[in-house]
């Protein structure tokens, strides 16, 4: 134990560094807790998505046709608000919102729990992660066009 205040006094900065990252990723962490904010991993993710989860796609619609997640439903982001009636939809599943790189994502999972939606979770990294994890994407190609 002597060792250890024996280094912080002869490395002051780098104890103080470390002390002041280990304060950050506390308060971060304690912020995204407070924010109800629950992001899953792309594996966790699918298994939600085979227990009927629905996955909203919030790219913009050029994004969303070069590939997405199966059986995804894209409203973009701008366009949330006009399409509350679809969201009240879903308010019975799961609902996992998807962006680019999950910052978006995370705003709108706060607003949707905020609206009354509780089970509801972005994707962590977003359709980044996905593709990292080598998890498959369809193309607007692939995919069959409902009519009506």
């Known amino acids: 134990m002597d060792r250890i205040f024996e280094f912080a006094g002869n490395h002051a900065v780098l104890s103080a560094m470390l002390v002041f990252s280990f304060l950050l990723v506390l308060v971060t962490e304690l912020r995204r807790k407070q924010s109800g904010v629950i992001n899953v991993e792309p594996q966790a993710a699918v298994k939600l998505i085979n227990g009927d989860a629905v996955v909203l796609d919030l790219r913009s619609p050029e994004a969303f046709a070069r590939g997405h997640i199966v059986n995804a439903r894209n409203i973009p982001f ?3 608000s006009a399409n509350k009636d679809k969201l009240d939809k879903l308010k019975s599943r799961p609902i996992i919102a998807v962006c680019d790189a999950g910052m978006t ?3 709108v999972v706060q607003s949707l729990r905020k609206s009354g ?4 979770y972005g994707l962590k990294g977003g359709i980044n992660a996905w593709t990292q994890a080598n998890l498959p994407l369809v193309s607007a190609k692939k995919t069959k066009k409902k009519k009506g």
Do not use: G
């Open 78 to 80: 701008d366009e949330l």
């Open 117 to 120: 939606v509780e089970s509801v």
């Open 105 to 107: 994502s995370a705003r």
